[in-house]
């Protein structure tokens, strides 16, 4: 009785088309060849667009469905993105009243568009937050919060990939 269940399940789970997020489907519009172009930074934070293209260019390689181009003219697609916004905000706070603990947010618009055309074939949001300590010293203190932005981009740049082949 027990394996008639779990083969029915099986069965169910198989036909449902259930995947592990960012496994189960391709780009939209069956898109395979991909340039991905520098992100625009519209903050004051300095670098992020490079540090974020970079990590959307790692996770991109990762994955054998798509590849990436250096000319736009070999692309099927380009991947634009602008950072819309980086802050890095108190959250909490010690019995003296000093800093504890950041929390770091950024949010990014993504855009996927056929090459010589301004109509997207995929848009999205993505956010993320990542906390930090804070430090007396200040050296320290942006050691930790450049390591939160590398965690923030890397969460990132699968949360693109991962929503543009799930097309949440």
């Not at 009243?97 to 090459?115: C, F, N, S």
Request: charged share 25%; net charge negative.
């Amino acid at each position: 009785m027990k394996s008639a269940f779990f083969l029915l399940l099986f069965l169910f789970l198989a036909g449902c088309g259930y995947h592990f997020p960012g496994q189960g489907g391709t780009l939209p519009e069956g898109v395979e060849k991909v340039y991905i172009q520098l992100f625009t930074n519209k903050t004051s934070q300095p670098q992020l667009d490079n540090k974020l293209t970079s990590r959307v260019s790692e996770v991109f390689s990762r994955n054998n469905k798509i590849s990436q181009v250096e000319h736009i003219g070999q692309a099927e697609a380009i991947l634009e993105g602008t950072i819309r916004s980086y802050s890095s905000r108190a959250l909490s706070y010690d019995s003296n009243d000093d800093i504890g603990e950041y929390r770091a947010t950024m949010v990014v618009d993504v855009t996927l568009k056929k090459p010589n055309t301004e109509a997207p074939i995929w848009t999205g949001t993505v956010s993320w937050s990542e906390e930090y300590s804070s430090s007396a010293n200040k050296n320290d203190e942006d050691d930790l919060e450049q390591n939160a932005i590398n965690e923030i981009t890397l969460r990132m740049a699968e949360e693109i990939l991962y929503k543009m082949l799930d097309d949440f």
